[in-house]
Nanobody, 127 residues
Framework: QVLLVESGGGSVQPGGSLRLSCAAS????????MGWFRQAPGKEREGVAA???????????SYADSVKGRFTISRDNAKNTLYLQMNSLIPADTGMYYC?????????????????WGQGTQVTVSS
């Protein structure tokens, strides 16, 4: 059984930084995608960043235009943990952030193609 547990959310002022973590257990796919999605109140869920592995060696990253240059996604395979480093945060980044994992290579921001989801961690950017 795959379990995803996010942590690292919180409240921060505009311009600040946060690092989200997603600890994955029972997830051992070499050809797969893991991603971060967010949902603000009254808005649809959107993909923020994803990292897709074609095999044990090569991978690619994808970012939403709104976070390019500010957010960095990474994965530590030894720790089976996914990260999202968020810098230069702005109020529009506020929302519930979810970690998601797919059991195969999928379109990075097609949320419906991800098999597993975490419970979410809240990020609030406000002065």
């Amino acid at each position: 059984q795959v379990l995803l547990v996010e942590s690292g959310g919180g409240s921060v002022q505009p311009g600040g930084s946060l690092r989200l973590s997603c600890a994955a257990s029972g997830y051992t796919y070499s050809r797969c995608c893991m991603g971060w999605f967010r949902q603000a109140p009254g808005k649809e869920r959107e993909g923020v960043a994803a990292i897709c592995s074609f095999n044990a060696i090569s991978s690619s990253t994808s970012y939403a235009d709104s976070v390019k240059g500010r957010f960095t996604i990474s994965r530590d395979n030894a720790k089976n943990t996914l990260y999202l480093q968020m810098n230069s945060l702005i109020p529009a980044d506020t929302g519930m952030y979810y970690c998601a994992a797919a059991s195969d290579y999928v379109p990075p921001f097609s949320g419906g193609r991800y098999n597993y989801w975490g419970q979410g961690t809240q990020v609030t950017v406000s002065s």
